[in-house]
């Protein structure tokens, strides 16, 4: 019996076989206009058909869906980010998805691209749709976007990564878990006391009890209990973390952490404290560098991280990157040494790096993998303990929906940003507080709201802690480093630049009130990379 080997017609996608064309771009154009006059409520009119197109576009998602994808994510591959034999993928090349899998654009279908175009276009209104929908975002017809988080605003994904951590209690009870510390010595007793609890154990209710104390805790008590632990983890007698050098604000893992002989334990408790605490939605008073979050949420670390955690050596980087290797006279392979646990390694960057010489055409490949192994490999069993305690708690699929700066505002809060105090504290450089452009920049730093504003600041101090007796006490990397605003006489059509040791900005002299504001929005919202070296 002859059997038919070919494969079965397939229809033309809905979106074709509709030919709607001319109404989506009616609808576009209405999104437009909808996003200068900020209406709500003809918003919300429209946002059936925004569901539509969503629902005839996006159409059968991914065979390996982002559920398929995390339960198949196991404890190694959580980690695998940190593995640096062999080099990560070049970010221009690919998107990294919320669970930190590689997908290529290229792999897109026709009708994936188009709505992904058209959410890109439209993603200010529809975060403003996002905001206002009563349905979870992974049960709705936008629940395409779960592969795709880069186009939700910090509280859209806030919200749904909310919500996933309430899926991942259902049907689990949770009790209180007391926890007798001492106030003397609250980051040894609560050491004590949690260590060795299961990770399903670090989900219950904490219940803080302060001996000789007769207060209970309320919630008050737990609060208090986080301030403290926040504080204590940074305690020099632990050797944990240190501060950077260069901004005297935010910290890192401590080379030399292995003077204490428990630091792979204590790494782990502080990675489960601190998820605990995001877990919990309780703040917490530390600020970590860039390069710290990423790991955390398995970003690859790019060279201009290195610019906050060793200076001297990224002018270095810069100098061989802007001149001829060949003029430099320089010996470098693809090979560097580093500190682990003490010992002086020589470490190659790819196989057989030290046979293989930096040339002209290679030395940004160098660049980036120099970097890699710099903030990763000198610290990667400090990170490993911390990343395995904190993704007890928080698996990497979730907390990989945010970037850096957004992990950082989960762990430590929105701060509130003073226009005024930030203006009285601002020094300027071939620009006046009377030039056109410095009039334009603060009046658009005060249309911004919190959230932005944060942005800002994160972008050109690196982190968005501000300084408790307000903006004259800024730090960097000489001391005490007032904001300064330098004029840029490149040309207009490049965005503005931040140097965070020296809490700089570079502003072009924009022609309009608008391309400032424009450009401004653009480099704090898009641009959170920084250059890619691809």
Known sequence: ????????????????????????????????ELANNNDQNAILILQPAVE????????????????????????????????????????????????????????????????????????????????????????????????????LDFDVKNRYFKAELQKLDEGIRREDLAVHVRRDHVFEDSYRELFRRTADEWKHRLYIVFEGEEGQDAGGLLREWYMIMSREIFNPNYALFMLTPQDRVTYTINQLSYYNSEHLSYF????????????????????????????????????????????????????????????????????????????????ELKPNGTNIVVTEENKKEYVKLVCQLKMTGAIRKQLNAFLEGFYDVIPKYLISIFNEQELELLISGLPTV???????????????????????????????????????????????????????????MNGTQKFQIHRDDRSTDRLPCAHTCFNQLDLPAYETYDKLKKMLLLVINECSEGFGLA
């Open 52 to 151: 539509t197109f969503f629902l005839v576009h996006a159409g059968q998602k991914e065979a390996t869906t982002a559920k398929s994808r995390r339960d198949q994510q196991a404890r190694e591959d959580q980690l695998s980010h940190l593995n640096l034999d062999e080099p990560p993928p070049s970010p221009a090349t690919s998107t990294t998805g919320p669970i930190g899998t590689t997908r290529s654009d290229d792999n897109l279908s026709p009708e994936t691209k188009k709505f992904l175009g058209f959410a890109e276009t439209h993603k200010t209104v529809l975060n403003q749709i996002l905001r206002q929908s009563q349905t979870p975002l992974s049960d709705g017809p936008f629940s395409v976007l779960v592969d795709h988080m880069k186009l």
């Open 418 to 476: 003073d226009i005024d105090d930030l203006k009285a504290n601002a020094e300027y450089h071939k620009y006046t507080a009377t030039s056109l452009q410095i009039v334009w920049f603060w009046r658009a730093l005060r249309s911004f709201d919190q959230g932005e504003r944060a942005k800002f600041l994160q972008f050109v101090t690196g982190t968005s802690k501000v300084p408790l007796q307000g903006f004259a006490y800024l730090e960097g």
């Open 268 to 347: 782990k408790f502080v990675g489960r404290v601190i998820a605990k605490a995001i877990y919990d939605n309780k703040l917490l008073e530390c600020y970590f560098t860039r390069s710290f979050y990423k790991h955390i949420t398995g970003q690859p670390v790019r060279y201009t991280d290195m610019e906050a955690e060793d200076y001297s050596f990224y002018q270095g980087l810069e100098f061989l990157l802007n001149h001829d290797i060949k003029q430099l006279g320089y010996d470098l392979t693809f090979s560097t040494e580093i500190q682990e646990l003490g010992v002086t390694q020589t470490r």
């Open 1 to 32: 019996m002859d059997m038919d080997t070919s494969p079965p017609n397939s229809d033309p996608p809905l979106c074709d076989r509709l030919a709607l064309d001319k109404l989506w771009d009616t609808l576009g154009l209405c999104l437009t």
